[in-house]
């Protein structure tokens, strides 16, 4: 059976692509499958270091794409995940060195060896992104709930649109006691305003942080709420889409949860 | 949380709900590829072109973008003074507030 491939984009830079990107992907490998996660941000790649593969990069995409090296040899395999590789990104190259061709043909080769190919787009919505959606089947748009991510991510959801994809909405660094007092849109709210299927939250977790700084996968770490999160989207690619979907949550104190108890917020 | 409280003692106002409001106006304009000086313009447009028949409030013209999942609306509310007796084209009795509503897809 052929693999599908699903580009991971946002428009705006900075709301956790690249983060969702070694996620979904690691969890997809911990369900059993065998996944790429492939750094198309060809200048400024960093997906290495958030799956703290840096020291094994040999070739890269832009080789693989003008044939001077195998996919087999450009594909980093994680050894704390079986079925896990890693495509990295160039970094010596310019964006415009890619095609959209070249990497639709490297992509019917991808289609065949893998059960899931995720690409993590650079952001904006020129070339580096245009390469990133040529081969997709689906996509995944990240967004955090302000209004210029927001923004961004309607106008990537109107691109995918004009693709014939239709777009599933992850709204990441979700702050639930920000959204208890009226002072962040709640994931209802974005959903009102980009009309597109959801797929998952993610609430705001220190533990991002932590486990980029040493290069561990997010997913397997039990203490983390958005590690959770990503295993539970990752589930919901993979077919199980009637698992539901779970709101963040805080903990409430003693006065929040005497209101909460009479109805109020 | 007694925090809760007492912001709401200190007269804390919710921002997502502009937010909210704000983005949607936003994504109209983009969508439309309509910028806020286009708007402008064709509020000047339709302020002259309603002023030919009625007498209106220009200061309490309201611009309004509203949007459904299909459809966005460009809403132009305007209270009527009074209607112009000295036109040639006969306009129907009309009095107090009216809407114009102008759809666009």
């Known amino acids: ?265 | 949380m007694f925090n809760a409280l007492l912001r709401k003692f200190a007269g804390h106002k919710p921002t997502n709900k502009t937010a909210k409001k704000r983005l949607q106006f936003t994504l109209v304009c983009d969508q439309l590829e309509v910028n806020d000086s286009t708007l402008k313009r064709l509020q000047g447009d339709i302020i002259t072109v309603i002023s030919r028949y009625f007498e209106i409030d220009r200061d309490a013209l309201q611009l309004q973008v509203q949007r459904d999942k299909d459809v966005s609306a460009l809403v132009f509310n305007t209270p009527i003074l009074c209607v112009k007796k000295d036109t040639a084209i006969p306009v129907p009795d009309s009095g107090g507030q009216k809407n114009y509503r102008k759809k666009k897809k």
């Open chain 1, 1 to 265: 059976m052929e693999g599908r491939i699903i580009v991971v984009t946002s428009g705006k830079g900075g709301v956790g692509k690249t983060t969702a990107t070694a996620s979904i992907g690691a969890a997809l490998a911990m369900e059993g499958k065998r996944v790429a996660v492939i750094d198309m941000d060809i200048g400024l790649r960093n997906l290495d270091v958030v799956m703290g593969l840096e020291n094994r990069i040999v070739f890269n995409i832009v080789d693989v794409v003008k044939g001077q090296c195998k996919l087999s040899q450009a594909a980093i395999r994680d050894r704390r995940i079986e079925n896990l590789f890693l495509i990295p990104a160039s970094q010596s190259d310019n964006k415009d060195v890619l095609t959209p061709a070249g990497v639709e043909r490297v992509g019917k080769q991808l289609r065949q060896e893998y059960d899931y190919v995720l690409m993590d787009s650079p952001a904006g919505i020129e070339r580096g992104f245009e390469n990133s959606v040529v081969s997709a089947d689906d996509a995944v748009v990240i967004c955090t709930p302000d209004v210029s991510s927001v923004r961004d991510a309607d106008r990537v959801i109107g691109l995918l649109y004009a693709r014939s994809i239709t777009p599933k909405l992850v709204v990441n660094r979700i702050v639930s006691e920000m959204v208890a007092r009226g002072d962040m849109l709640s994931h209802e709210d974005v959903i009102d305003v980009l009309s597109v299927p959801l797929l998952g939250l993610v609430p705001m977790d220190q533990q991002v942080v932590i486990s980029s700084n040493v290069g561990l996968p997010l997913v397997m770490q039990n203490d983390s709420a958005a590690g959770q999160a990503f295993r539970r989207i990752a589930r919901r690619l993979n077919g199980e889409s009637d698992l539901p979907i779970q709101v963040p949550s805080h903990k409430k104190g003693m006065w929040g949860m005497i209101t909460s108890k009479f109805g109020r917020k």
